[in-house]
């Protein structure tokens, strides 16, 4: 079977090597990029490395030309990039996802209907969830809660909203479109369950402000496990 080639900027780093082995994991050929070599202490897991210096066109050009690239994840800094890798990235077609962001306060009917309407429509993926509009699960009294007002709540009270929208998602869809997995991830095992419930990816937002940069690192690990 001919795998897939994924192509890593700046994957010699730690997110970038621990995503490395998470796709080789799942099967994908990984293509690293980087303008540093890889010097022994480097965590370089990939398939293939090229020394590129991506402000110049001419050293992309050539992994482009010697690799049929599937998908790219840029962990490399934005402002360095040439517009023409920018092109590459956003604007090549094949390139693109669209994905829909959905309230984790959808009823099952309203679900069926997400699930049609990706069916029907060119929509690459869902994304569940975003932002609740209820109020269930808080310690604050009505009070406050009513001094506060409208807006969208996230983080842990929303956790099971969510998890329970990735679930019916994945199970009605027979898993027909790729599922992001976000809402009260917390700890390394809430991202878990989110990947349990059918989730492909996970995304943390709150959960990223509470409890700091060192989340990521232990997802990773517990991923890898
Ligand atoms: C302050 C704040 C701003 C947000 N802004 C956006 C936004 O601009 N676009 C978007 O798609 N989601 C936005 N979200 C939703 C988050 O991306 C995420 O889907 C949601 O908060 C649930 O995840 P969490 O519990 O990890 O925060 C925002 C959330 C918060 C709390």
Do not use: C, W
């Given at each position: ?53 991506i402000t ?26 040439t517009e ?23 009823n099952n ?117």
């Open positions: 079977m001919i795998k897939k080639k994924i192509l890593i900027t700046g994957a010699t780093g730690f997110i970038g090597s621990h995503l490395t082995l998470l796709l080789k994991k799942k099967n994908y050929e990984v293509i690293v990029i980087d303008n540093l070599s890889i010097g022994k202490k480097q965590l370089f897991k990939g398939d293939k490395f090229y020394k590129v210096d110049k066109k001419k050293q992309l050009e050539k992994v482009f030309k010697e690799n049929k690239v599937f998908a790219i994840f840029h962990l490399a800094g934005l402002s360095k990039l023409s890798f920018k092109k590459k990235i956003y604007i090549k077609d094949d390139l693109k996802k669209r994905l829909l962001k959905i309230a984790p306060d959808l009917n309203q679900l069926d209907e997400i699930i049609e309407l990706v069916a029907e429509t060119k929509i690459d993926g869902v994304i569940a969830s975003n932002t609740s509009t209820t109020r269930n699960n808080l310690k604050a009294s009505d009070r406050l809660l009513k001094e506060i007002g409208n807006g969208g709540l996230s983080g842990q009270p929303i956790k099971e909203l969510s998890t329970r929208v990735i679930k019916y998602l994945a199970q009605n869809s027979n898993k027909a479109f790729p599922i992001i997995g976000v809402g009260g991830i917390h700890s390394a095992q809430d991202a878990l369950d989110k990947i349990e419930a059918g989730a492909d990816l996970v995304q943390i937002y709150t959960g990223f402000i509470y409890e700091g940069p060192g989340l990521i690192k232990q997802i990773n690990k517990a991923l890898l496990n």
